[in-house]
């Protein structure tokens, strides 16, 4: 990573919530409780933060996508760029119960909302009724803010990403009932044992979600070079070895001699 201890406190990801919206088990995270603000302990933070990092990249290189879920609105924009950077799906206006159990329906719905969109650049929906057209358009832009995102996905992903996981509770309850991996940013109102690599830190600050967003984008985009690499080499081999192949038939081999069929290495010397 290229990032410090430093940086995060920079940043202000050590602060948490006030006492009173204190989740107890957030405590093993909790370095002190000032000023009845609860302090993030930065050296978990970084650690976490490392095997989080670790694990997006093997996942991005292995030729899996991680779905990018934040629909507070610190962390929209933020979510979109790094989600679209690193070329992943992402969910940012609202997460529609579902999109994970119920995925053969969203795929039909998603279906549905190509369709739409495929007329819409060839003109065909121009061409239909008035009203009719109004209602697909009103529908449309329905879809485009629940689908923003995940228009192309065809399978489920292989972990997500959230910002604030209460408040994304209903995206992380559907992952782990599907033993989907999820990686979260954690404060100090959340609780950190439903999430498989939980980050401690503040979900609110702006400066705070983009530090840590911004370091795993880092590492997806490690992760893609890594999986282009991988699909250069499976394609570039068979041509080696045609190349290979073809240099070998080409080759005259000049026997010694008096070397018979019937001759063995041994014999002819």
């Not at 201890?5 to 204190?22: M, S, Y």
């Not at 070329?87 to 529609?96: E, F, K, L, T």
């Not at 485009?144 to 309850?173: C, S």
């Not at 080696?240 to 026997?255: G, H, K």
Request: glycine residues 6%; charged residues 25%.
């Amino acid at each position: 990573m290229n990032i410090t201890p430093k940086d995060l406190l920079e940043a202000g990801v050590h602060f948490g919530h006030q006492l009173r919206r204190w989740n107890p088990k957030s405590r093993p995270f909790v370095y002190a409780n000032i000023n009845g603000v609860s302090i993030i302990d930065l050296e978990q933070t970084y650690d976490l933060l490392g095997k989080a990092v670790e694990f997006v990249e093997s996942t991005i290189s292995s030729g899996k996508d991680i779905l990018f879920v934040g629909t507070k609105k610190q962390a929209q924009d933020i979510l979109r760029e790094a989600a679209e950077a690193a070329q992943m799906p992402y969910c940012v206006n609202r997460w529609m119960g579902g999109t994970l159990t119920n995925f053969t329906t969203i795929k039909t719905s998603l279906a549905k909302y190509r369709k739409f969109l495929k007329m819409e650049q060839t003109g065909e929906l121009d061409q239909l009724p008035g009203k009719e057209a109004a209602a697909i358009r009103r529908q449309m832009s329905r879809m485009h803010r629940n689908f923003e995102g995940i228009l192309n996905i065809e399978e489920l992903p292989a972990a997500i990403l959230v910002v604030d996981t209460k408040n994304e509770a209903i995206a992380v309850a559907e992952a782990n009932r599907l033993g989907i991996p999820v990686i979260g940013l954690v404060d100090t109102n959340s609780d950190p044992t439903v999430i498989d690599f939980p980050i401690p830190g503040n979900d609110d600050a702006v400066k705070a979600i983009r530090i840590i967003i911004e370091t795993i984008l880092e590492a997806a985009q490690a992760g893609l070079s890594r999986r282009e690499m991988k699909r250069s080499n499976k394609l570039v081999a068979p041509l080696v070895r045609e190349q290979i192949f073809e240099q070998t038939e080409e080759v005259e081999v000049t026997l010694p001699e008096g070397y018979g069929e019937n001759d063995s290495p041994a014999e002819t010397k």
